[in-house]
């Protein structure tokens, strides 16, 4: 019986989406200026929001940095005062739940650090979190639906926990992290829109990281996959149940799965997401693939 409520009580979470994963934006004077979600479909990859605070600089030069994953208590869930103090209780505790965090990534130019102060490479551990960097994330705004790529401070982030997942170095200027971002937040925005539990932020940084980490095991499931991936049985129940049969007898005859029920989410690498628009002069192959692979380093941004 318990079991059922809670497929019920996911079920009408799914299909509502009232409270998006995601960084939330409804502050004065940010007013977003963007295409409706029905049309990000058709768009050119430069036409894809970028937004960012007054005292975020980007860079033009290629340099060596550091990137962190970093999760955070979605904000959505703490607001005014009472909000702000008991997310100052429970967020620690928060922290050690990915799923239900608001996923973003760090790219800072300081070498990273034990809690000691010792240099590591020692990726996917937890380090000590740098006090400068550039944070990447997915914004959803409430107010007109816009969803854009998202740019902060480091040094101002409302969130700045003591310790962070260590991903790796990157070697790419800012022009071609943004470039990176744009294509997965289209790619968000190409599916079925974006949804609270089934293509988020989380989403997002999954594909960001891959794109630039490969080899990098996530620091946690996302909240879609939870559960057996619950929120997605609704979607389609023939599929679902396909799903759970070939998951069964695989126990019995080594039959290979079906088609996963979050195919939708599998990760597509940045060349393959490259199609061409012939009205755009910056949205096509050539264009693209030198911004992504770094041909074009040391040009200045357009934003």
């Known amino acids: 019986m318990k079991f059922l409520v809670l497929i019920s009580w996911l079920s009408i979470l799914q299909a509502s989406s009232a409270v998006p994963l995601g960084e939330v934006q409804e502050a004065a004077g940010e007013k977003i200026q963007g295409p409706t979600p029905d049309k990000y479909r ?10 960012h605070h007054d005292n975020v ?18 904000r959505r869930f703490f607001k005014g005062k009472v909000g702000d103090a008991f997310q100052s209780v429970v967020g620690g505790v928060l922290e050690r739940f ?6 973003a990534v760090l790219i800072t130019d300081e070498l990273p650090a034990t809690e000691n102060g010792h240099p590591t490479s020692d990726i996917g551990d937890k380090l000590s979190s740098p006090s400068t960097g550039l944070v990447i994330e997915l914004r959803h705004d409430t107010t007109s639906h816009i969803v854009s790529l998202n740019l902060k401070n480091w040094t101002t982030y409302q969130w700045r ?51 630039i980490w490969p080899d990098v095991p996530l620091p946690g499931p996302r909240v879609d996959q939870l559960f057996g991936k619950l929120v997605w049985w609704p979607v389609n129940w023939g599929k679902t149940g396909t799903w759970m049969w070939a998951k069964f007898t695989r126990l019995f005859n080594g039959q290979k799965d079906t088609e996963e029920v979050d195919a939708a989410t599998k990760f597509i690498k940045v060349a393959d997401l ?9 949205d096509n192959p050539t264009t693209l693939a030198k911004k992504a692979s770094g041909e074009e380093r040391g040009k200045r941004a357009n934003w």
Not at 98 to 103: A, F, I, K, M, T
């Open 161 to 211: 926990p003591k310790q962070l997942v260590y991903l790796g170095p990157v070697n790419r200027t800012d022009a071609e992290l943004v470039t990176i971002g744009q294509i997965y937040i289209r790619e968000i925005l190409r599916g079925e829109s974006f949804h609270a539990f089934r293509r988020n932020c989380q989403h997002f940084i999954t594909w960001y990281i891959h794109a």
């Open 42 to 51: 058709g768009l050119a990859l430069e036409q894809i929001p970028v937004t």
């Open 57 to 74: 600089y980007l860079a033009t030069d290629t340099r060596v940095r550091y990137g962190y994953f970093l999760g955070r208590p979605v």
């Open 274 to 282: 490259l199609v061409p628009d012939p009205t755009s002069v910056k």
């Open 98 to 103: 990915p799923p239900l965090l608001h996923w």
